[in-house]
């Protein structure tokens, strides 16, 4: 059975193709096991007979973090199944290690814990982030200090007590992006976090790149279908280490059931990203057009999110759907629209929302697996009723954020929209340099 082999299945002996790796990462043991869907362990505990070795085994992970050799001791230390889930994202990012955590806010209170347990509680942060992580920082409930900045600006923000640098790109929910290996240039010895959850490792691994610590709200792409929850931080072994002592004593495990999910999740994950972008760029290419829009936002790495501002009332647009669900969250085989304002987003001061390019007027779609044609007719019902002004412009990534229109004026600019290359001939990328 699984609980009577190792914890960690073996890794392949090359490297693969990501579609490659997304079937088989944590499941090379299978076919040795004489099994071919990976086994769910429910077990909370595991029956042992040998206590002085259970003393020793408690006491050598309660020294080094590492998982325990033999079979499990308690599924609060660590579980088979939630196991071959974090190898395969480790081999998907790139990175020696992955712990994973009930949500991806337990992850990163995790990784707060972590730094700040070593003496190393201020936080570098470039906004936006999601709501919940700005609230996190900000709020101080960790005991942490964050100094907001800009990416031009993070060499300086760091202090002798920096224990994290983090960014979330495309950020959510304007969709802006950073230069990893720049950013992670300017944290020096200074940890770089990335937030990877919109773009997955199918369009970029921040680890190849110089990021440290690459965090994922798992519910989202990893998962894919809406129906699961759970975080994972993908690092190195001597965090990843420190990580899973945070985890023990303060609670925060997957469940296996989820573990199991999110596993099959991977397997689809390429083929549902790819797709989705492609509808995703198509969109982003007709909204621009539409006289109802103020502006589009959609990253130059591509991507299933897309966000665009309307000249009218967002909530009208939030009504007005059919098709698509108005939700929180992201990155299920469906798509969902929200006013960020309202709810993601709506726990961060209104100065800060607004500054860093969370308008009132902005609408967040995660563009699912439908067909786009109908996805189009059902996003333009849905603004059939609003005004009618001038085309403005699309937000080119990782420039600076125009001004929030006017209510009672009409935008006066109007160039050209500007989409790279790669959204015009609606190809899907390499890999290259979040309710949310």
């Known amino acids: 059975m699984d609980n009577e082999v190792s914890m960690t299945p073996p890794a392949p002996s090359r490297s693969r193709a990501l579609a ?50 033999g079979p499990p001791v308690y599924a609060r230390l660590d579980n088979p199944t939630t196991a071959r889930f974090e190898t395969a ?28 347990s070593m003496g190393l509680r201020h936080v570098v942060a470039v906004r936006p982030l999601y709501g919940c992580s700005d609230h996190l920082l900000g709020a101080g409930l960790l005991g942490t200090e964050v100094t907001w900045t800009d990416p031009a600006g993070i060499a300086d923000a760091i202090r002798p007590d920096t224990g994290l640098v983090m960014v979330e790109t495309p950020a959510n929910p304007t969709l802006a992006e950073v230069d990893i290996r ?19 490792p199918v369009l970029q691994r921040p680890a190849e790149h110089g990021a440290r610590i690459v965090l ?22 001597e965090f990843a280490a420190r990580l899973r002592q945070v985890r023990f004593a303060t609670g925060g495990v997957l469940h296996p059931l989820a573990g199991y999910l999110l596993l099959r999740g991977l397997s689809t994950l390429p083929v549902r990203v790819r797709a989705a972008s492609a509808s995703a760029a198509e969109l982003s290419r007709r909204l621009t057009a539409d006289p109802r829009i103020s502006r589009v936002h959609y990253p130059a790495l591509g991507g299933a999110m897309v966000s665009f501002e309307v000249h009218g009332d967002p909530h009208h647009v939030i009504a007005g759907v059919r098709l698509i669900t108005p939700a929180v969250s992201l990155g299920s085989v469906d798509s969902l629209i929200q006013h960020p304002a309202s709810i993601s987003h709506r726990i961060v001061d209104e ?22 044609e109908d996805l189009w007719a059902d996003l333009c019902q849905a603004l059939s009723d609003g005004p009618v002004r001038p085309v403005d412009r699309v937000r080119p990534a990782g420039r600076e954020l125009p001004s929030e229109p006017s209510e009672l004026s ?27």
């Open 20 to 69: 490659t790796e997304a079937v088989h990462a944590g499941r090379d043991d299978l076919a040795s096991l004489g099994l071919h869907a990976p086994p769910l362990d429910l077990s909370t505990t595991y029956p042992s007979y040998d206590s002085r070795g259970e003393a020793e085994r408690i006491d050598a992970f309660a020294t080094t973090g590492a998982r325990p050799d």
């Open 89 to 116: 994202l480790a081999q998907l990012e790139g990175t020696d290690s992955a712990v994973a955590f009930a949500s991806g806010m337990a992850a990163l209170t995790a990784v707060l814990l972590a730094r700040a």
């Open 182 to 200: 720049a950013v992670a240039h300017s944290c020096g010895s200074v940890p770089l976090l990335v937030d990877n959850t919109f773009a997955t």
């Open 216 to 237: 994922h709200s798992a519910t989202k792409y990893l998962g894919g279908h809406g129906d699961v929850m759970g975080g994972v931080v993908a690092c190195d072994e």
């Open 351 to 372: 100065g800060d929302r607004q500054a860093s390019g969370v308008g009132d007027r902005l609408l967040r779609m995660s563009v699912g697996l439908e067909d786009v």
């Open 410 to 436: 009409a935008p006066t600019e109007s160039p050209e929209p500007v989409l790279s290359e790669r959204q015009q001939r609606r190809e899907q990328p390499e890999p290259s340099s979040a309710g949310r």
